[in-house]
């Protein structure tokens, strides 16, 4: 749901727009080059730091009009994503979340909306499928132990809407995990 809002294509003017940039490009070439032990864990962490510079970047220079990053970067808004993220399985109303954020129902609902580009329990329950499909491929959850960590009250409400939103049930979509696993690693 992050990438989504990153534009298709960013250019970024090296250190003058994100200070310690060519420094951070010389150490993960140099990394790269290496065989040291524990290279990969760096590569990855130097990956994540690059990653939220160009994330900071994005948001700062105002290059995101819609999604998440647009959402991040509007104060009110920022404290309801994170809230969701943090808890998406809470009994989030547009009222708690209005209250979270600090502002009206009403402002909060059309802000959030032309920010992010869909209202907010729209895109709570598509937090909460993506969150439930990565649940999922744990086999020893349930679906109705992740239907209830979402906040679902009912494994058959969590199934449909799961369904509506990812196209397959939750059983079809764990099989179907499997088998691009057990594809994977032969």
Same mark, same amino acid.
């Given at each position: 749901m992050l990438l989504d809002s990153l534009p298709a294509v960013l250019v970024i003017d090296g250190e003058a727009a994100i200070p310690g940039l060519s420094g951070l490009g010389r150490l993960l070439a140099s990394e790269a080059d290496s065989n040291a032990l524990g290279?990969?864990? =760096?590569?990855?962490?130097?990956?994540? =730091?690059?990653?939220?510079?160009?994330?900071?970047?994005?948001?700062?220079?105002?290059r995101v009009s819609r999604g998440v990053l647009a959402g991040l970067g509007d104060p009110a808004i920022s404290r309801a994503l994170a809230a969701m993220t943090r808890e998406p399985g809470a009994p989030w109303t547009l009222a708690t979340?209005?209250?979270?954020? !600090?502002?009206?129902?009403?402002?909060?609902?059309?802000t959030f909306a032309r920010l992010v580009g869909e209202p907010?329990?729209?895109?709570l329950t598509r937090l909460r499928m993506e969150r439930g499909a990565a649940l999922l491929q744990d086999r020893t959850r349930s679906v !109705?132990?992740?239907?209830?960590?979402?906040g679902y009250q009912t494994e058959a409400?969590?199934?449909r809407a799961f369904k509506r939103t990812r196209g397959v049930g939750p059983g079809a979509h764990r099989r179907g995990a499997s =088998? !691009?696993?057990?594809?994977?690693n032969s």
């Open positions: 290279r990969q864990i =760096v590569l990855d962490r130097l990956s994540d =730091v690059l990653f939220v510079a160009i994330l900071r970047y994005v948001v700062a220079t105002g979340l209005a209250s979270r954020a !600090g502002t009206s129902r009403t402002v909060f609902a059309q907010p329990m729209s895109w !109705g132990q992740v239907a209830e960590s979402l409400a969590f199934r =088998v !691009g696993r057990e594809v994977a």
